[in-house]
């Protein structure tokens, strides 16, 4: 007997009551930093940024998500051939249990071999340090950027804030030269 080879496959009908579907987190998403270092840019003048993963517990991913992240006096350390994250803060997880993670423990930062060379070359000159300027959400996954840092003196951060007034106050004139000028 012949196989029969084509088939008609019927679709059931859908016309019920749909789901709303919800919106997703922005952080989630990765539409929005999960966590921002302000005072990153303010300190240290920024130079070079790399991207890295970081090795983490399921309690501090789902921390992450809920906004539960510090990167305040945070710094990277390469040690051995590998990267290392000090000093972030990531509060325990609202649902957690007796397992929940450290909230300050020294997390593994996930680069390729040439990136830590690379990163390693950078910090060893003469007052450069890694600084995690942010961390976010790509794919699923937590990323943090790193940045090849160098300190400010304090006139530096008078200078740089001198620096944006101007900036602020040039915009402010040519903003009122248009409104004047009516359009």
Known sequence: MARQT?????QPDR???QKAAQPRDPVASG????????????NYFLMEKFEAGVALRG???????????????SYGLIKDGEAFLLN?????????????????????????????????????????????????FRHGRVKCELAVAKGKQ???????????????EARAAVNASKHRMGR
């Open 6 to 10: 084509s088939h008609v496959i019927v």
């Open 15 to 17: 016309t019920g009551p």
């Open 88 to 136: 972030v803060h990531i509060g325990p997880y609202s649902h957690g249990n007796i397992s929940n993670h450290d909230e300050t423990r020294t997390r593994k930062l996930l680069l390729h071999r040439e990136e830590v060379r690379k990163l390693l070359s950078k910090t060893q000159v003469k007052g450069h340090t890694l600084i995690p300027t942010r961390l976010y």
């Open 31 to 42: 539409e929005r930093d999960a966590a921002q270092n302000r005072a990153a840019s303010h």
């Open 59 to 73: 309690t501090e991913v789902k921390s992450i998500r809920e906004g539960k992240a510090n990167l305040k006096d």
């Open 154 to 168: 304090d006139w530096d951060k008078r200078e740089t804030e001198r620096r944006r007034e101007a900036d602020r």
